[in-house]
């Protein structure tokens, strides 16, 4: 485990008693290589995908797109890339986010249809064009003529949860509830100044289509400066209000320990709005340095995250805010 302390603090001014991780006591310098920092346990074989294209002589764009690649190509992660759980009219809609932070620029792409990379279509906007986001039509049409290929996202398994929701006589819809999702953020550092955060997803199962939530929006499900990187994880309605990314970053600029600003984001969000108490939030976050930070509103719904060290991967569960 990494080594993160446990401490107590008295939530909104005694209103609640909650557990949160505190910095590490010290500092520790980070000189074997890139370090990769992802959500979920997809995030494990994400990260070492991301260290064997960093050691056999990538960039560290090319580690986070590569390894983000690897979970929107798996068909059993049904919530990125090929295999996502489709919009309400059974259309897999992709969004996703690459920044840099040494050059602070960024790229993305909302409701992305049969294109299963879209972290790579992201990057491209980046690299390619003056644009930072593109959506819809005009973002498949762009990733066509940077040579992708259309294909169906609809694998038999999430057709069939498709219809069985479809087929339901009374269905949750997203005009009033919600229903399962998740995102591959991934942050990496390589301790001479790189520093790239990214992520990709399919949103919300079922969606109304066209939504945009937080993951394709820059600062809000991902964001890199010199300083370090976020990347955010969860009901990303709620999420994009706060600008999650760019606040912990921002944080961690002024010398908050990455996480010291993902706890003081929880607080934040937790105090605006008692009501988000019981929902999933999760961020992580990491610093020029390598110091890592992750944290969720509430234990019922923890975040795991991976993170690759000195070549190698763990896997763990963030600090939650709310027992
Ligand atoms: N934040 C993503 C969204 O709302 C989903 C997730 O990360 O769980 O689209």
């Known amino acids: 485990m990494e080594p993160i302390d446990r401490r107590g603090f008295l939530f909104a001014a005694g209103a609640a008693t909650a557990t949160l991780a505190s910095a590490p006591a010290s500092a520790q310098t980070h000189n074997a290589g890139a370090i990769f920092l992802s959500t979920w346990d997809f995030g494990v074989e994400a990260n070492r995908r ?7 002589g990538g ?3 090319d580690a986070v797109e590569k390894g983000i690649n690897l979970v929107e190509d798996d ?24 920044m840099d932070g040494a050059t602070h620029r960024a790229g993305s792409v909302c409701n992305l249809h049969k294109i299963k990379n879209p972290i790579s279509v992201a990057r491209l906007v980046m690299e390619k064009t003056r644009h930072t986001t593109m959506a819809g039509d005009g973002a498949l049409r762009f990733a066509i003529e940077m040579g992708f290929t259309p294909q169906q996202l609809l694998t038999p398994k999430s057709l069939e949860e498709w219809l ?7 269905h949750e819809t997203f005009w009033i509830d919600a229903r399962n999702h998740d995102t591959i953020g991934m942050l990496g550092v390589d301790g001479r100044g790189g520093v790239v955060a990214g992520c990709s997803t399919s949103g919300l199962a079922c969606k109304i289509p066209g939504r945009v939530a937080d993951s394709p929006l820059v600062g809000c499900g991902y964001y890199a400066d010199a300083a370090g990187a976020a990347a955010a994880t969860g ?14 970053v921002r944080r961690i600029a002024q010398g908050a320990h990455p996480q010291e600003a993902c706890d003081d984001l929880m607080r934040l969000m937790a105090r605006s709005a ?6 999933m939030y999760c961020v992580i976050a990491i610093d020029r340095h390598g110091e890592i930070g992750a944290a969720s509103m509430n234990s019922k719904q ?7 060290r000195n070549e190698g991967g763990t896997l763990h569960t963030a600090p939650a805010l709310l027992g």
């Not at 990125?80 to 986010?97: F, I, K, T």
């Not at 994009?240 to 606040?247: E, P």
């Not at 008692?274 to 929902?279: E, I, K, V």
């Not at 923890?302 to 690759?308: E, G, I, V």
Request: charged letters at 20%; aromatic letters at 10%; a negative charge.
């Open 235 to 248: 009901n990303g309605d709620v999420m994009a209000n706060y600008c999650t990314s760019v606040f912990i």
């Open 75 to 98: 068909p059993n992660v049904t919530s990125v890339g090929y295999g996502g759980l489709p919009n309400s009219e059974g259309e897999v809609e992709l969004d996703a986010g690459i």
């Open 50 to 56: 991301a260290g064997e294209i960093y050691a056999g």
């Open 164 to 170: 069985r929701w479809r087929n339901a006589s009374k």
């Open 302 to 308: 923890p975040l795991q995250y991976a993170l690759w």
């Open 274 to 279: 008692p009501n988000l108490r019981d929902d």
């Open 59 to 61: 960039s560290l764009l």
